[in-house]
């Protein structure tokens, strides 16, 4: 069974074969690391939440309108979810001592 490469190239040994050129070296929009100490805004923000439940608002707003990098969303989310509940919180606690 003979394989061809990307390049043209057909190789009567390998099992494998190059899908990309190794000279053509582009680094993608998410080859950079993350900022806040690598972890993202995210999760960072998730993090610095529990000192000041205002960071998960701020990432909240943040969730819904920046959909730039799919590696930050998880973190986003996070903190949506922990705004959610701490907002829940607060409002049962109101009405309890209403």
């Not at 009567?12 to 190794?22: I, P």
């Not at 929009?29 to 923000?45: D, E, Q, T, Y």
């Not at 986003?76 to 409002?91: D, F, Y």
């Amino acid at each position: 069974m003979e394989l061809e490469q990307s390049n043209g190239v057909k190789d009567h040994t390998a099992k494998y074969f190059l899908l990309k050129d190794e000279d053509d070296l582009k680094y993608g929009m998410f080859a950079k690391p993350l900022p806040c100490f690598g972890c993202g805004i995210g999760w960072f923000s998730f993090l610095s939440g529990f000192a000041c439940p205002l960071m998960w608002y701020y990432a909240t707003i943040l969730y819904f309108t920046r959909h730039k990098d799919p590696r930050e969303r998880g973190g986003l989310a996070a903190s949506a979810i922990a705004a959610l509940i701490c907002t829940v919180a607060a409002l049962v606690s109101f009405f309890i001592l209403l």
